[in-house]
């Protein structure tokens, strides 16, 4: 994937914060800030909505605001520490202009005004929800291209030259990469995949009238989403590089010593930061099956504070005792284990109940439960009594007190119940049709809610009144991948396309989007309900990175 010319990055700081009334309450006197400055345009003047992020010299940690409504922007005096800074800007259509670094003494604000002029490279900023806007097309042409996402952005793609004939044995190659691969690490399955080629054809036609196989620009305008405005401004986003490019941060999860837990989607590693000094380390774990691809999805807490992974192509799952820091891994037996096996999602959490860890293989569309005295995993086969020809996939999972599982058909437009006790499979259809639920949580009520990747809506189900309740996102082809219902019962989601996080209020249907500072693939999202405000947290699974976001309000 060609990289991008720069990051624009930032966060902002409101107008209280600089008069000194902003966190720490009302009349209360706030620390002076470490840095502040404006932001403007020689076309725009003063502008709004600019993310300005700082990152100290040899330091792994980028700290981001965002410009308020007089082109203010301001860093909190907690955040930024002496040393020297170099400054980034995130703005469409913009780059930065004048100082790129700063440096800021003990006990004193340092101030600087940053100018910012048109960009020559639009195409280089847009994110993946606006390479979607700017195509021209049919909704179920572009419907075809959100799968791309998942190892690299629709930028490659636009800038490509591949005729419709060239595209096809490009199709087909991809078709047979690993679902965990990335471009710093790809990884080809053993067993290939059927290739559709009569539905390839039409997928390569289509992408040769969006890329550069016919002149040297685009046959259409780039579109771009406007800048943050009012709360959308009001944040502050800190951002921790990892150490390699070939981490990549799938699910990520807090614990009660405020450390931040990773499952790297491309090696078998379990990660640790320490977001306090921006420290990390890594847990290496077995391969259980050499040759297959690495790394593992769903990364899952039980009730001892231990942590599961989902193996992927490993074919099993392992656990993590966190005080003897030791793996126990549970392979898939050999009846059930073939080249195709892949466990991708779990739920432990109530394990206790039962001595049962749920889990699923993708290939078989199915579920498996590990019975943990044994280490023997039961195959179920919950649509079996559906009807055939329709693709399933048992996919994002979550269990209730009694161990019974729900989960989501990533497939079709399901979601499923399986009773703990009978083994028993009900399949309850969402409202809106093909809305391929993806992952979920569910609430103190029991009520479960979920990103439906493939209709930019959320939803909720309610298991005692089998009842569904879905609500569109605020920007279209966004694709929610998760969401997570925070203590305030505001639904916090996030993507692989649009950039932006996404805090919605369910009772007002009224949402913000909080643009991030970089091109972001996030997959999982958690949020810590023990601050104040809550703190969000997620993972770049492309970009190497564990990203915190801090409302100010």
């Not at 005004?113 to 280089?124: M, V």
């Not at 004939?165 to 710093?184: C, G």
């Not at 390839?200 to 800048?227: D, F, H, I, M």
């Not at 079996?384 to 989501?408: C, E, I, W």
Request: overall charge neutral.
């Amino acid at each position: 994937m060609r990289g991008r010319t720069f990051w624009l990055v930032a966060a902002g700081v409101t107008a209280l914060l600089l008069s000194g009334a902003a966190l720490s309450g009302a009349g209360a006197q706030s620390p002076a800030p470490a840095l502040t400055g404006q932001v403007t345009a020689a076309d725009a003047g003063a502008m709004e909505g600019v993310l300005v992020s700082a990152q100290k010299s040899q330091s792994p940690i980028t700290i981001t605001v965002v410009s308020d409504q007089s082109g203010l922007f301001s860093f909190p005096v907690a955040k930024l520490g002496a040393g020297h800074y170099t400054l980034r800007i995130r703005a469409s259509g913009y780059e930065l202009d004048g100082p790129q670094a700063v440096d800021i003494a003990d006990a004193k604000t340092a101030n600087v005004d940053l100018k910012l002029r048109k960009t020559t490279d639009l195409a280089a900023q847009l994110t993946n929800t606006e390479w979607f806007m700017s195509f021209p097309g049919t909704a179920e042409q572009k419907r075809a291209l959100i799968e791309c996402m998942s190892c690299h952005t629709l930028e490659r793609i636009a800038r490509s030259k591949f005729t419709a004939d060239a595209f096809m044995p490009v199709l087909k190659r991809m078709s047979n990469y690993a679902n965990n691969t990335i471009q710093a690490r790809p990884q080809r399955r053993v067993m290939e995949v059927e290739f559709p080629e009569e539905r390839a054809r039409k997928v390569a036609e289509y992408l040769a009238t969006v890329n550069l196989s016919k002149g040297e620009s685009w046959p259409y305008p780039l579109q771009t989403l406007p800048r943050p405005t009012g709360a959308a401004t009001r944040v502050v986003i800190t951002e921790y590089d990892l150490p390699r490019q070939t981490i990549a941060p799938h699910d990520v999860h807090t614990d009660a010593n405020g450390f931040v837990w990773y499952s790297n989607f491309v090696e078998n590693e379990l990660g640790r930061l320490d977001p306090r000094t921006g420290s990390h380390k890594e847990f290496a774990y077995p391969v259980l099956k050499p040759g297959f691809p690495t790394g593992a999805l769903a990364l899952e807490p039980d009730a001892d504070g231990n942590w599961w992974l989902a193996m992927m192509f490993q074919a099993g799952l392992a656990k993590f005792d966190v005080k003897t820091q030791t793996f126990r891994l549970f392979p898939v037996q050999a009846e059930l284990n073939i080249d195709t096996t892949q466990q991708s999602l779990l739920t432990p959490s109530h394990f206790q109940v039962d001595g049962k860890v749920w889990t699923n293989d993708v290939r078989k569309q199915a579920v498996l439960r590990l019975d943990l005295a044994t280490g023997k995993y039961e195959f179920i086969d919950p649509f079996k009594f559906t009807p055939k020809g329709r693709q399933h996939s048992p996919y994002g999972m979550v269990s209730d007190a009694a161990n019974n599982l729900y989960f989501m058909d990533f497939g079709d437009e399901n979601v499923g119940r399986i009773d703990a006790r009978t083994g028993q499979a009900t399949i309850y259809p969402t409202p809106t049709p093909h809305s391929r639920p993806r992952r979920t949580m569910m609430d103190e009520q029991g009520r479960v809610w979920f990103a439906e990747f493939a209709t930019d809506k959320v939803g909720m189900f309610d298991p005692k009144q089998e009842k569904f309740t879905e609500w569109d996102v605020p920007t279209p082809h966004t694709y929610p991948y998760d969401v997570f219902l925070d203590r305030n019962h505001e639904l916090w989601g996030g993507s692989m396309s649009s950039d932006r996080i996404l805090r919605f209020n369910p009772n007002s249907s009224k949402g913000v989007e909080y643009l991030l500072p970089r091109p972001t693939n996030i997959r999982r999202v958690f949020v810590d309900n023990s601050t104040n405000p809550v703190t969000f947290w997620a993972g770049n699974n492309h970009g190497a990175e564990i990203i915190k976001l801090e409302p100010l309000e």
